[in-house]
């Protein structure tokens, strides 16, 4: 098995990736960072995005497992003092893993650029950064709305828990193969009307954004921003690929939703 180790720069973060390296040696393990077929994330949710997109074009082959340095994190299942066990039950481990839906992004521009087609593991946002997004907002080939607003959020089920969440968006249990759009302060009057609340597509359906201004926009790629982007069209489906953790300890989804943003509630009498 080779694996590669992706830590942030936190000094804490940096010191268990040296401890995990030197005891992942000892246990035998092939440590590769070109060709892995596990990847380690150390520190947070962010790290494991940059690992994600550092290794998006192997994702058939590997298998991601994060270690959190900090805050429990959504894609962070193992914590830093518990080193021994993970490399025990990597020695033990069969193969085993969990894979959830990544979201495909298709990007069409105003000039001579070639259409890019680019992939998420949270989300993909797109603003106008001049003035009102005006966009036609189709479900597959069949226009849906129009829409005014400042700009509209695409999202995959762990993408849920994220910004989408800040958004209003609902949380989706990741098992479902579904995308999730949420508008950013839409424009809703006697004038201008779109849905106004967040919908959420099924696996052979897709969103395409008509972008009605020849201004600058801005996309959000996970933890990447690009400005001044001469967009027309942006169309959001499920992609064919997905991200594959290892399954060694994959926390229950909504016990984790818990942990994260509920936590324990003591109920009083009333
Ligand atoms: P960051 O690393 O500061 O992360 C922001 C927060 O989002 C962190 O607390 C992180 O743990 C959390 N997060 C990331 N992915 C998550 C997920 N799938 N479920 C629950 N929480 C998650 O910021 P960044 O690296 O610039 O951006 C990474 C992500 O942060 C983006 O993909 C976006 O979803 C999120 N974000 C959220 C907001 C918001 O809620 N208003 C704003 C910006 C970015």
């Known amino acids: 098995m080779k694996i590669a180790i992706v830590a942030n720069h936190a000094k804490k973060s940096q010191d268990v990736a040296k401890e995990l390296k ?31 997109h550092q290794y998006s074009h192997l994702l058939e082959r590997v298998r991601f497992i994060g270690v959190h340095t900090g805050h429990l994190g959504f894609y ?30 298709t990007l069409e521009y105003s000039d001579e650029q070639p259409t890019k087609t680019l992939i998420a593991l949270n989300e993909a946002t797109i603003r106008n950064i001049e003035r009102t997004m005006v966009a036609d ?27 989408s969440k800040s958004l209003g968006g609902a949380v989706i249990n ?34 395409r954004i ?18 001044q982007v001469n967009l027309v069209s942006v169309t959001f489906k499920l992609s064919k690929k997905e991200i594959h953790f290892a399954s060694y300890r994959h926390t229950q989804f909504w016990r984790r939703v818990n942990d994260a943003f509920i936590g324990k509630i003591e109920y009083k009498d009333e």
């Not at 992942?24 to 994600?52: E, M, W, Y």
């Not at 479902?176 to 919908?199: D, T």
Request: proline residues 4%.
């Open 22 to 52: 030197e005891k992942l040696a000892l246990a035998g393990f092939d440590l590769d960072c070109q060709v892995p077929s596990v990847v380690i994330t150390v520190g947070g949710d962010g790290t494991l995005l940059s690992a994600f």
């Open 76 to 105: 962070t299942d193992w914590r830093d003092y518990e080193i021994d066990l993970l490399i025990k039950s990597l020695t033990e481990e069969k193969r085993q893993r969990v894979s959830y839906p990544l979201l495909e992004v």
């Open 137 to 163: 907002v189709y479900i597959k080939d069949e226009c849906f709305e129009k829409y005014r607003g400042d700009g509209l959020s695409v999202s995959t089920p762990t993408g849920s828990t994220a910004y």
């Open 210 to 227: 008509d972008l009605k201004r020849e201004d600058h926009y801005q996309l959000h790629l996970d933890h990447f921003v690009e400005s």
């Open 174 to 207: 990741p098992k479902l193969k579904a995308i999730q759009m949420n508008e950013i302060a839409s424009i809703n009057n006697l004038v201008y009307r779109s849905l106004g609340s967040p919908l959420i597509i099924a696996q052979d359906e897709w969103i």
